[in-house]
């Protein structure tokens, strides 16, 4: 027994002395990699940047409020599901302007970034859609969806959002500029304001959903 135990310490030993420089290698390879992803963490949370996550909210005016709220919060990786997609979504992201907050991606891409919410926002509802199926009663409703980055006046926090908004709401927005839960909300009017004028010169950029609950 304490043979094989000599034996094997032997063995451990040997393989480290031939090779304790790939070890360090990798070691110090590691604590690098660990320094700067926490120097990157901590830069982002300084300036409140959370791009690798997907924020998805729902916008409606009720009694001349305007109401924000969010559906659902994922990874973008847990959404997206491709790492290339959600690198080039983030770079997207961080260009955005405070005039244009829509995400600037290739248009044959579009299609598939923005499935990929539906298939998301579809988790959401998905027991509406039973419900229908059984013949039991539902409410329905079209919905536009598209995604932005707000950087304008003071959003608080940077991240990818899909904003969902009754078409109706949409295409009707009222002339007057509702009241706010928040003054930072000021700018989510500025945004939906912009995303009706542009539903129809960019419709690429959009896509509608039947949501039913």
């Known amino acids: 027994m304490q043979h094989n135990l000599r034996e094997f310490l032997n063995v451990v030993w040997d393989t480290l002395h031939d090779h304790w420089t790939k ?22 949370w300084g300036r409140r940047e959370f791009f690798d996550r997907l924020n ?18 994922e990874s973008c990786l847990e959404v997206f599901l491709n790492s290339v997609a959600v690198s080039t979504l983030v770079a997207a992201a961080r260009h955005t ?11 044959h891409d579009y299609w598939y970034y923005l499935n990929s919410v539906l298939n998301k926002v579809g988790e959401k509802f998905a027991e509406g ?10 409410t329905t409703a079209r919905y536009v969806m598209c995604l932005t980055s707000e950087s304008a006046g003071e959003v ?14 949409l295409l009707n927005l009222p002339k007057e500029e509702p009241k706010y839960e928040s003054p930072t909300h000021a ?13 129809e010169r960019t419709p690429f950029k959009f896509r509608e959903v039947e ?3």
């Open 156 to 169: 608080r926090t940077r991240k990818i959002r899909a904003m969902l908004i009754q078409k109706t709401l």
């Open 187 to 199: 700018t989510r009017w500025k945004t939906l304001k912009y995303l009706a004028a542009q539903f």
């Open 211 to 213: 949501i039913c609950v």
């Open 97 to 107: 302007t405070a005039d244009d907050p829509l995400l600037e991606l290739p248009e």
């Open 23 to 44: 070890f360090l290698y990798a070691a110090l390879i590691a604590a690098v990699s660990w320094f700067l992803g926490r120097r990157r963490e901590r830069a982002q």
């Open 56 to 73: 998805i909210s729902l916008n409606e005016i009720r009694d001349g409020t305007l109401m924000i709220r969010t559906i659902a919060e």
């Open 129 to 138: 859609q039973i419900r229908r199926d059984m013949g039991l009663p539902v």
